[in-house]
């Protein structure tokens, strides 16, 4: 059985990397962030998910966005890989914050994800092939 909990560590990381990326569409106040525990996923570090947008309708609450991370293969990466991570999901999130997710194809993708880090962390990029 899977068990979730909130990742207020991950909403730290996360709040600093929107702010110094300026991806101001993402409201915080309707993001949260869970660490689980017991998934058999394979390959998963981490996942987003959105609420149905029938059920914003029947609870009458705007658009909700979960990021969770996988605790058993999150936790063992590096640093610089757990950032890399948190910031493809917050990439699926698209401009409009309308309860849709941003395909990996062309939006959030190695490449992209890459970028964003290299803007993130203020490094330069070394080779230019």
């Not at 600093?16 to 309707?30: N, P, T, V």
């Not at 309708?57 to 936790?75: C, N, R, W």
């Not at 993708?109 to 990029?125: A, D, L, Q, S």
């Amino acid at each position: 059985m899977i068990n979730y909990e909130r990742a207020p560590d991950i909403d730290k990381r996360a709040r600093e990397i929107i702010a110094k990326l300026g991806m101001e569409h993402i409201d915080l106040s309707r993001v949260w962030f869970m660490r689980s525990r017991g998934s058999q996923s394979r390959y998963t570090l981490a996942r987003i998910h959105v609420l149905p947008r029938i059920m914003q309708k029947a609870l009458g609450i705007p658009t909700q966005y979960v990021i969770e991370v996988i605790t058993e293969k999150f936790d063992r990466l590096p640093y610089d890989d757990q950032t890399k991570t948190i910031i493809h999901e917050l990439m699926h999130i698209p401009e409009s914050f309308g309860g849709g997710f941003r395909h990996h194809r062309p939006f959030v993708n190695k490449k992209t994800v890459e970028e964003m880090h290299r803007k993130y962390t203020g490094r330069k990029r070394l080779f230019d092939f």
